[in-house]
């Protein structure tokens, strides 16, 4: 039996086992693993970094077709800097290479597309492939895909207490009505429910400055695998374990006649 038909009979199996009344609206993926998929099987790093954006591609389809209505990945953060010039370089004209390729097809099948984090340090020629396709895909409602490029979660935070500082300068708000409400209103991701999941590849159990203001409630699930191997078959391991947790955001789950006294050991 090929490989192929061994991994399409496994998501049949999964996907029974998956409530699709309980998918995740939105899902953040940390795609870490490419440099070290490579390097593994002795290959330049490019190659993983190749190997990874096909993999974006049949989880955009993956989550899609679940339904899911966002998908927010990291793609390059305010750290990634400090990597090799000749690495960050690549990246840089990776993105635009696959943008280019891709757009129509992302548009065919209405998806919005959104690129978040600072867009300045990025050459003009990658600015104008950036916004062409936000243009192009904004009236678009299937689908939200957020990509995280130059994006730091402490950046935001103080980007966004800066501006309401400005406001509240400018008497356009008062200190008192700084809240959560309007914090949120100021992010990057405004006007979207926070992720329900984060999916972390490569084994790293860390969140890496990666929406840090909401993620706040998120189901965090990490797996060994590289991003470059990651597939349907483990996207799907992903959100079935997640329709396994009990979401109580603070509280307690009750338990069949156990009163609030119950739930507390005498001493």
């Known amino acids: 039996m090929s490989s192929k038909k061994i991994i399409k009979e496994r998501n049949l199996e999964l996907s029974k086992e998956i409530d699709k009344q309980r998918i995740p609206q939105h899902i953040a993926i940390i795609m870490d693993g490419n440099g070290r998929w490579a390097t593994n099987k002795g290959l330049p790093r490019s190659f993983g970094h190749n190997k990874g ?12 077709n ?7 990945v990291f ?19 990776l993105f635009g290479k696959v943008l280019s ?6 548009h065919s099948e209405s ?13 003009d020629s990658l600015k104008l492939i950036l916004q062409s396709a936000e243009s192009l895909t904004q009236n678009n409602t299937d689908f939200i895909l957020n990509v995280c490029v130059n994006y730091g979660g402490r950046q935001e935070i103080v980007k966004v207490a800066k501006e309401i500082a400005l406001k509240s300068l400018n008497g356009e708000i008062k200190a008192s009505e700084v809240n959560e409400e309007l914090f949120n209103s100021e992010l990057l991701t405004k006007g979207l429910k926070d992720p329900e999941l984060l999916i972390r590849t490569s084994g790293e159990k860390r969140i890496s400055n990666f929406l ?23 996207f799907l391991k992903a959100i079935i374990d997640y329709q396994s947790r009990n979401r109580r955001f603070g509280g307690i789950e009750s338990l069949p006649n156990e009163s609030f006294e119950d739930s507390y050991c005498s001493y």
Not at 212 to 218: D, K, N, P, T, V
């Open 212 to 234: 840090l203001w909401q993620l706040a409630y998120s189901e965090i699930y990490i797996t060994d695998v590289l991003w470059p191997d990651f597939n349907e078959v483990e």
């Open 111 to 123: 998806i919005k597309i959104k690129f978040i984090g600072d867009l300045s340090p990025f050459p």
């Open 75 to 93: 793609a390059f953060s305010t750290e990634n800097w400090t990597r090799p010039s000749k690495e960050v370089d690549y990246l840089i004209n």
């Open 53 to 64: 954006v096909s993999v974006l591609k049949e989880i955009i389809k993956a989550s899609k």
């Open 66 to 72: 679940l339904g899911c209505r966002v998908l927010t």
């Open 101 to 106: 390729k891709e757009i129509d097809e992302i």
